[in-house]
């Protein structure tokens, strides 16, 4: 045991009885008396009672805490009733208002719900991803986009002749819009989170590469079987294909150069950052596209001379 008295030694090191501690306080030492005062001792109060309660407030912090350190932990639902509760429930845009409380929806947030509620049904009807592993889940997804898409498709197509457009046209504008729109939405909850802005980016691109390698090269070469099975050629006109595919390259390029700029320490990263670059690297994007949109419609029609 150490000293009590800093600098001195005390007899309490070789000797020391604990039976001294109760008897008469006045055969004490100074010493024992502080040692004694040290003592764990029994109150008035020798019993304690806990009753463990469970906080929904508290419950509902922890939740909104993991879905903001991990999403592809808390993203994903256990049964159909859960879905459609979901579904026809309006939710806020935010999970809270900074101080711990939950925010109520807004006007916006009314109108947007009933604006989307037939989607949002309309998509309670997909498996819970706690059936068969999520996999009824993804599968039946798969297929709803695969029929949204061709719907989107016809009515982007009757849209674009109905006002005069040319398909290649409607092609690049209006059908590209409706099928790519999911994927900016994809993007901007990885950009948001995600730590990196690989998740957000790699969404685009893979996707790109899924239109590019499957969309294209499956349907293509159940076409070339087909006419091959009935002994007719399989032929297809380019039309403008190679014109507005230079195009898109030549601003893909440009793009890329955009990026890389954006990972130099000064301007803050890929995504966001300072505002005097986040802005002006989202209008620059903006403009390349309707610069895309613009010269190849104006070389679909006569315009400008294409190859």
């Given at each position: 045991?150490?000293?009590?008295?800093?600098?001195?030694?005390?007899?309490?090191?070789?000797?020391?009885?604990?039976?001294?501690?109760?008897?008469?306080?006045?055969?004490?030492?100074?010493?024992?008396?502080?040692?004694?005062?040290?003592?764990?001792?029994?109150?008035?109060?020798?019993?304690?009672?806990?009753?463990?309660?469970e906080s929904m407030e508290?419950?509902?912090?922890?939740?909104?805490?993991?879905?903001?350190?991990?999403?592809?932990?808390?993203?994903?639902?256990?049964?159909?009733?859960?879905?459609?509760?979901?579904?026809?429930?309006?939710?806020?845009?935010?999970?809270?208002?900074?101080?711990?409380?939950?925010?109520?929806?807004?006007?916006?947030?009314?109108?947007?719900?009933?604006?989307?509620?037939?989607?949002?049904?309309?998509?309670?009807?997909?498996?819970?991803?706690?059936?068969?592993?999520?996999?009824?889940?993804?599968?039946?997804?798969?297929?709803?986009?695969?029929?949204?898409?061709?719907?989107?498709?016809?009515?982007?197509?009757?849209?674009?002749?109905?006002?005069?457009?040319?398909?290649?046209?409607?092609?690049?504008?209006?059908?590209?819009?409706?099928?790519?729109?999911?994927?900016?939405?994809?993007?901007?909850?990885?950009?948001?989170?995600?730590?990196?802005?690989?998740?957000?980016?790699?969404?685009?691109?893979?996707?790109?590469?899924?239109?590019?390698?499957?969309?294209?090269?499956?349907?293509?070469?159940?076409?070339?079987?087909?006419?091959?099975?009935?002994?007719?050629?399989?032929?297809?006109?380019?039309?403008?294909?190679?014109?507005?595919?230079?195009?898109?390259?030549?601003?893909?390029?440009?793009?890329?150069?955009?990026?890389?700029?954006r990972r130099r320490p000064?301007a803050g990263g890929e995504?966001?950052?300072?505002?005097?670059?986040?802005?002006?690297?989202?209008?620059?994007?903006?403009?390349?596209?309707?610069?895309?949109?613009?010269?190849?419609?104006?070389?679909?029609?006569?315009?400008?001379?294409?190859?």
């Amino acid at each position: 045991m150490c000293s009590l008295i800093p600098g001195k030694s005390s007899h309490l090191d070789k000797e020391f009885d604990p039976k001294i501690l109760s008897g008469d306080p006045d055969l004490l030492t100074e010493e024992q008396r502080i040692a004694a005062l040290g003592r764990p001792r029994l109150g008035d109060i020798v019993k304690i009672r806990v009753t463990i309660r469970e906080s929904m407030e508290f419950k509902s912090t922890v939740d909104k805490l993991l879905k903001k350190a991990n999403l592809s932990l808390v993203v994903g639902t256990s049964s159909w009733r859960e879905q459609f509760v979901d579904a026809i429930s309006v939710s806020s845009g935010e999970d809270d208002n900074g101080d711990g409380e939950e925010k109520l929806p807004s006007c916006t947030d009314y109108v947007m719900h009933f604006l989307t509620i037939f989607w949002k049904v309309l998509f309670a009807f997909v498996p819970p991803t706690d059936y068969w592993g999520g996999w009824a889940c993804f599968a039946v997804s798969i297929f709803m986009i695969g029929v949204l898409t061709a719907i989107i498709n016809d009515l982007a197509s009757h849209f674009g002749c109905t006002i005069g457009l040319k398909d290649s046209v409607t092609a690049i504008s209006f059908v590209a819009l409706g099928t790519s729109i999911p994927d900016t939405f994809a993007s901007k909850v990885a950009a948001v989170g995600d730590k990196y802005a690989d998740s957000s980016i790699g969404n685009v691109t893979g996707s790109n590469a899924v239109n590019v390698f499957l969309g294209i090269g499956i349907a293509w070469t159940i076409a070339a079987v087909y006419h091959a099975a009935k002994g007719d050629p399989f032929k297809v006109d380019p039309g403008s294909l190679g014109f507005s595919v230079t195009i898109y390259c030549i601003f893909a390029l440009v793009a890329i150069a955009l990026l890389m700029i954006r990972r130099r320490p000064f301007a803050g990263g890929e995504l966001g950052g300072p505002t005097k670059w986040k802005i002006p690297t989202s209008i620059m994007l903006f403009l390349l596209w309707v610069l895309y949109l613009l010269i190849s419609a104006l070389e679909s029609y006569c315009h400008i001379t294409g190859f």
